[in-house]
């Protein structure tokens, strides 16, 4: 599907520096933000959290059939990562020569996530390094 | 509130219809449920239309209206319900609340999708639309990757193995070659599905539901009237449905669909029945994986002890519990919106007897499993005969 620059853009902030949010009402932590809290509803009192991107793979798959925007990344690891601030975010496991495994440790790193065609935008992203 | 029944259905042969486009499919199923509940297109009073991405799919939205067009409904009410996969289930509870609340008495519950007007590409694409746009589907995260994560994850957790996932796509054949009505009639085994082309690891080309053409349809009247249509009318005892975050990653756990557990709990509590008294179910198997969570999620196994008994046979034609009679999502075909129909219709199949091949002996309380992306959604029915 094509998106509008303003699609990746609205979201730059969580999609490059891993920024979410936390319920100070009742200190759930967030990723991506959320508008509202799910334990306190119109109590929520959300305020912006900065993760520092360390935590480890809960699950993970090679994707061998990819949506046509991502035809020429395939194949491609993703995990569902467990930061070590408690959410659970998935994301790209970048290709380092160690295969992906349950509980290994992973950081955040900033990458190029794919190219809108030749001319097209080149959308960034973060993604995760297994690190052992 | 009314007891509510089903005393028509209809069903299109799931799979590749290319001479038959939305409005062809729609008609087929609509007019044969009439014609099983012996009423006119006169006597329809409401139409509810489960469908999920038509608009991608053919370029056709407003749906609902159109299929009361074409089925000659003239100026009745007529409403789309959307819930990605979950879309005929969804109606279906539409339909019955319709029903139940004294509001209409002939309300007709429609299923369709038509996916192979577009490239098998375009179909994921849209298919994609269930899960979260911007954090899921930005990231390349597919349908099939998504029930992989969830696969490694059980396979981790509870010892489950590749040869149980193959196995529930091995039965689901099995049964499909019993179903005239179905996509795939023909068997495979173990080694066709571990040896068929990676999707996304552990999951397999032959542990994914296809893209497929069909449609579905009912007849929902008050019980009290049911037997002026039809001898054998089937009771609904119990209509329940939950939701959970879109995004897979956010759930409390993976190895499970929460939703599923929360819709069956309110199932077994109106219907009064537990898990032993359902003699056949149709579940959602679009990956092998659901399968498997299905059965323990909605109580008839512990947490990862599915895969072993579904390997073992347990849950094959007339063995221990008849799973997927139809040949479920994998065998029979997965028209999106028609899926939640069709289970329907089965499990009515079964009810009355006229299952012929594929009939379950006995079959007297029957379920259906419909779920939408990776278990945003799911919608539990308990069928009884009424009689």
């Known amino acids: 599907m094509e998106r509008s620059s303003a699609s990746l853009w609205r979201k730059i902030r969580s999609r490059y520096n891993l920024v979410g949010n936390t319920c100070e009402n009742c200190n759930a932590n967030y990723f991506p933000p959320r508008i509202v809290c799910r334990n306190c509803g119109r109590k929520s009192k959300m305020v912006e959290k900065q993760y520092k991107g360390d935590g480890e793979i809960y699950s993970f798959t090679k994707i061998r059939v990819p949506p046509d925007t991502f035809k020429d990344e395939a194949p491609y690891d993703i995990g569902i990562v467990k930061l070590e601030e408690g959410p659970m975010v998935e994301g790209h496991i970048i290709e380092n020569g160690i295969e992906p495994k349950i509980g290994g440790k992973v950081r955040v790193r900033f990458r190029k996530m794919y190219v809108d065609g030749d001319e097209g935008l080149i959308y960034y992203h973060y993604k995760f390094e297994q690190i052992g | 509130m ?27 199923a609509g007019i044969m449920a009439l014609e099983d509940a012996k009423i006119t ?76 007007d577009v490239t098998s590409s375009e179909a994921s694409t849209a298919l994609g639309g269930a899960g979260d746009q911007e954090w899921e589907l930005f990231q390349g995260i597919t349908f099939p990757g998504l029930y992989a994560l969830i696969a490694n994850r059980h396979m981790h957790d509870y010892g489950t193995t590749e040869e149980m996932l193959a196995s529930v796509a091995v039965k689901n054949h099995d049964n499909a070659v019993k179903n005239q009505f179905a996509q795939f009639r023909k068997k495979i085994t173990i080694d066709e599905v571990l040896n068929s082309k990676i999707v996304s690891d552990p ?9 497929s053409d069909g449609a579905a349809a009912v007849v929902l009247v008050p ?50 029945v537990q898990p032993k008294d359902i003699n056949v179910v149709e579940v959602h198997d679009c990956f092998t994986i659901a399968e498997i969570l299905a059965m323990e999620d909605l109580g008839f196994y512990q947490k990862g002890k599915a895969g072993k008994a579904i390997l073992d046979g347990e849950t094959a034609l007339n063995s221990k519990l008849s799973v997927n009679t ?53 919608v539990v029915h308990i069928y009884k005969r009424a009689d």
Request: aromatic share 4%; proline share 2%.
């Open chain 2, 223 to 272: 019980l009290e009237k049911a037997r002026k249509f039809n001898d054998t009318p089937i009771k609904i005892v119990a209509s329940a449905q939950a939701t959970d975050t879109l995004r897979l990653a956010e759930r409390d756990s993976i190895t499970e669909l929460k939703a599923t557990k929360i819709a069956a709990a309110k199932a077994y509590e109106q219907a009064k």
């Open chain 2, 326 to 378: 139809s040949g479920g999502l994998k065998g029979c075909g997965h028209p999106v919106g028609a899926t939640g129909v069709k289970q329907a219709v089965e499990i009515v199949w079964q009810l009355r007897g006229d299952a012929k091949d594929r009939q379950v002996n006995g079959a007297n309380v029957g379920m259906t499993h419909n779920v939408g992306g990776s278990g945003s959604t799911a």
């Open chain 2, 2 to 28: 009314r007891d509510v029944a089903i005393v028509g259905v209809g069903l299109t042969k799931f799979g590749e219809r290319w001479s038959s486009g939305l409005k062809e499919l729609m008609a087929e």
């Open chain 2, 203 to 211: 999951l397999k080309l032959l542990d994914c539901s296809p893209i």
């Open chain 2, 41 to 116: 297109s006169n006597d329809v009073e409401m139409l509810y239309g489960g469908t999920m991405a038509p608009g991608r799919f053919t370029g056709q939205e407003h749906v609902a209206a159109l299929m009361a067009d074409q089925l000659g409904f003239k100026n009745i009410p007529a409403v789309r319900i959307e819930n990605a996969c979950a879309s005929g289930g969804s109606a279906l509870r539409q339909g019955y609340i319709a029903v139940a609340s004294g509001i209409h008495d002939v309300v007709v519950v429609g299923g369709v999708e038509k996916m192979t």
